[in-house]
């Protein structure tokens, strides 16, 4: 194996957060209980964007070349007595995680944040990655979305909508959170987010935005008052009027789940549309309300993205904990939303060692034949995989992963008429 592949060298932390390479050792990510060294051929340069990240209270897991086994190392090699760290990537948007940093829990672990934490090694002078790209679109690419710029946009609209309290909220998602959506609508650009809803009747175990009775703590705060249908309508004519193939989005993480503010959502649809034709009206959702759902289509709600960690009642419930409603109504409202010719994506949450298991690719594919969906947005979990892996093994039988690139190629070669992505596209290109 090492004759034939060239292996990315592991990076590891001090305890100050100085990242730096061992020799000798190739970098390993994991799937569930498989251990994979990182290789050339299967990583990519780190794509522009992305963060490193230290993860606490844990040993990392590294690939000894010259004994060809992987090894747990509690201290730095280079200076013995000195604790060491793993390091995992947060990768950019359009990317999604094959593979996430290997490593051990120590006995005092507790859950790590909200992210991501792909794989990561150095080789050639660069950090390398273990991702598969979905989507080329720039439309969250960070070297877009100059801080001067942003400003000078968020100026702009305070002269244009000086009362609009929807358009005060993204501006602190812009600028206090770094929420790319909201810069593009000051930037005038792609997507514009419509956080409406205080309230969701899911309790995900990744909740970004409240997390009860929980040692995990959110990533951001969860809007706290319910725009008018005014405001959200101002808001969203606005972005359309001046962006070409523009998109509107209801269903943010600084939200709950939009179905439950129907009652603001409804009129300010019905408002946009006695405006203009122009535009694409999206709803990110958990789908949990079928009937209200069909009210919205028919008042001009163009497409719908619902977000799916797994196609399997019982490995979905164990992760969104569902509340007055069941996985039954997430499958009616896809069924209505394709009778009504509507555009439907799903927004599949990736966890290699689970998304990637035959289980999980059988179901998938069996789903996407019953339901012809015309999208999957590949996205990455954002939660603790070793304790998300244990969540799911106690839901369902997982077999061994057979890798993200399997599963993605699978998916393509059963379905081409199937788009696959990151991003909601305008309707011109439905």
Known sequence: MQKRKKFVTAVVSDKAGEIFDLDGYAAVGMAGSSLVPLTLDETMNMPFGGELMLIPDRKPLLYNIKNHRIESLLENPYSPGEPIFPVAAFNSPGYVVSLVSAYKEKKAAGFLP???????????GKFRTAVIRVDRERRQ??????????????????????????AKHLEKCAMEYGCPAAKNFFLGRYEAPLPTSQHCNAHCLGCLSLQKDSEIPHSQDRIDFKPSSKEIAEV??????????SVVSFGQ???GDPLLAADVIEPAIKEIRSKTRQGTINMNTNGSKPKTLKRLFAEGLDSIRIS???????????YFRPSGYTFVDVIKSIEIALKKKKYVSINYLNCPGFTDTPEEMEA???????????????RNLNF???????VMSAAAELGTPVGMHRVIRQVKESFPAVKHGYFNPPKEIF
Request: aromatic share 10%; hydrophobic share 35%; net charge positive.
């Open 364 to 378: 998938l594919i069996n789903f996407t034949n019953q339901n012809p969906i015309n999208m999957i947005q590949w």
């Open 253 to 255: 993480g600084c939200e």
């Open 141 to 166: 690419d960070l070297r877009l979305m100059k801080v001067e710029d942003v400003v000078s946009g968020i100026r702009k609209i305070q002269k244009e909508m000086p009362e609009n309290r929807l």
């Open 308 to 318: 799916l960690n797994s196609v399997r009642k019982s490995c979905y419930d164990a």
């Open 114 to 124: 909200l992210f991501s934490y792909g794989a990561v090694g150095w080789c050639n």
């Open 384 to 390: 603790d995989p070793l304790r998300y892996w244990k």
């Open 236 to 245: 969203a004519l606005y972005h359309i009027h001046r962006v070409k193939r």
